[in-house]
């Protein structure tokens, strides 16, 4: 099948060809972000391999579906910027890729709970400019902290063991508890205790109509004084502005960010010579307390092996008929995963 490869970067390429050898698809690689503008680019093409960051939004795909694109092919497990309802109004497949590497995400979430809490971050650059000083860089044990957990899917399980592993007493919520974390020691808890007894709170649940702005003024008044605020799962879940007020005030004391509502415009891209237009953001970047990291938490070299073998094999199984079921992104499953 001719594929078109939205936003493919250099060290993909190769990934994706290893991927394809005994499936003989033909990769048109595009380093263009998919929109409705570069939609027409995928003309001849039965699939669009798109990534996070892609707009699969209703002009884009109506603008692939003239261009004979029949299968959109996820390299990701979100699909929240895929609009389901017109994929399906055009007769779009669309195919994810639900479980890569839970442990990558995971992992980078403890590395922003740990740079964040030691301030290594800080401590980098103040060691490299021969200053010595300890002030302003005390953190806290992690041992015997209550560490919440929101959503408890793959990578909110994979969190938790490490958690567990580090002697917090781990706190959860998920409309669907998991009988194994339970059995483990994590305490499924109501929304509003999961806020209010949270010293750390890391979001692991999609974003859907249910979760956009979850972390807002509310949630965040309910937070204890100095909560450190991890989010590796999708920006729209937390209220920018409202986290920004509380950082002002000194109500949360550390933020860690692999995603932000706005980063489409931003993120896998070099803009070190360009002006940010994004005032809300570049007021983030300001914060001592704040670290971002650019969408990175998938970024391991097993995630992406996973992301290119799965996604030719989805290709491959939509060519043969046999799409497998557990990967279909349908309007059904997202309204499930959204009640
Ligand atoms: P998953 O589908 O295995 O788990 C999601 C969990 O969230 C489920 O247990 C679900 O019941 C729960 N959930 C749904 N609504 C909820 C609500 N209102 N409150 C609490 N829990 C709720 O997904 P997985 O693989 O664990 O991924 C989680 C999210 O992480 C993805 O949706 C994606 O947005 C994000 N992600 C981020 C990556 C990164 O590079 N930063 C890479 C991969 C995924």
Redo the contacts with the bound molecule.
Sequence with gaps: MRVAIYSTKGYEREIMDAANRGHGHEFVYLDVRLTAQTAPLAEGCACAAIF?NDDASAPSLEGLAKAGVRLLALR???F?HVDLEAASRLGLTALRV???S?Y??AE?AVALILSLNRKTHRAYSRVREQNFNLAGLMGFDLHGKTVGV?????????FARIMLGFGCRVIA????P?DELAAIGVEYVP?ETLWRESRVLSI?????P??HH?VNEQSLAMMPEGVMLIN???GGVVDTRAVIRALKSGHIGALGL??YEEEGDLFFRDLSDKVIQDDVFVRLMTFPNVLITA?????TKE?ITNIADTTVQNITDFERGAPHPDNLVTLEKLVA??S
């Design positions: 996070a990701s497990a979100g929240n639900p479980a890569y839970p990558s995400v980078h929101l959503g408890t899917g793959k990578i909110g399980r994979a919520h998920d409309p669907f998991n929304l692991h649940c999609p974003l859907t249910a979760t979850l590796t799962s999708r692999d995603v969408h990175q938490g998938f970024f995630a995963s959204a």
